[in-house]
């Protein structure tokens, strides 16, 4: 089953507005990322949270991190049309034999100018 | 800045074929990942390198095989392609060595189309 499982599956939003993106995870984590994907293309690697941390920013994204609730969300402020894409966490779990990162199904978002 | 490369965006064979998807990063990392992305199931990782010549398995490595002779190039071999392989296949490098190590940022290739008929 996936570690890392993103919500909502699919959201829609008016140019301007605000997204917000959440991802749960089930074990303990040594860090999760956030990958945004343009449709039929590879994945673009936008921000990594380690377990120690509780949020994290850079230029419109904003991502937090709460290790009690096995929860990360990701915020993209002020949308525009070109974030329409996919959005992927990735978790790596904490602990021995810890080797790859576990990606979630993905949330799709789109921004309707 | 990275760059990851994948030797076709659209490829079809046929059912049987020998398929050969290459991936070359000229970053000089260490660590290589083929993963298949299918609609409902997200990315999966067939098989990842932590170094030239080694090799483990993923999590759907039945039907694969890879090679990776060189540091900067690593190959996902279908030994005989299967309708149930078609799919969308991506070529990720990240930096750090070891095998403990991988967990840190993955750069991705554009992607290969992959169909079988």
């Known amino acids: 089953s996936q570690q890392g499982e993103e919500d909502p599956q699919a959201l829609s939003i008016q140019e301007g507005e605000n997204a917000t993106m959440n991802c749960s995870y089930k074990t303990s984590i040594n860090n999760l990322q956030w990958y945004r994907q343009n449709s039929g293309r590879g994945l673009v690697h936008l921000i990594l949270i380690r377990s120690n941390e509780r949020e994290k920013h850079s230029g419109r994204l904003r991502v937090t991190l709460d290790t009690s609730k096995k929860s990360s969300s990701l915020l993209i402020t002020a949308s525009r049309a070109a974030d329409t894409a996919s959005y992927f966490c990735a978790t790596v779990i904490s602990g021995a034999g810890s080797y790859q990162l576990t990606f979630g199904k993905g949330t799709k978002l789109s921004v309707i100018p | 800045d990275v760059k990851v490369t994948q030797s076709s965006r659209y490829l079809v064979k046929r059912t049987g074929e020998k398929v050969f998807l290459e991936c070359v990063q000229d970053?000089?990392?260490?660590?290589m990942f083929w993963y298949r992305q299918d609609p409902g199931l997200g990315l999966r990782l067939i098989y990842f390198?932590?170094?030239?010549?080694?090799?483990e398995k993923g999590d759907i490595p039945e039907g694969y095989s890879v090679s990776r002779e060189k540091k900067e190039r690593f190959s996902l071999i279908l030994e005989s392609a299967s309708t149930n392989q078609t799919s969308m296949y991506l070529c990720a490098s990240s930096p750090l060595g070891g095998r403990s190590l991988l967990t840190d940022t993955q750069y991705f290739g554009p992607g290969t189309r992959l169909t079988v008929l």
């Open positions: 390198s932590y170094d030239v010549k080694m090799k």
């Open positions: 970053m000089d990392h260490e660590n």
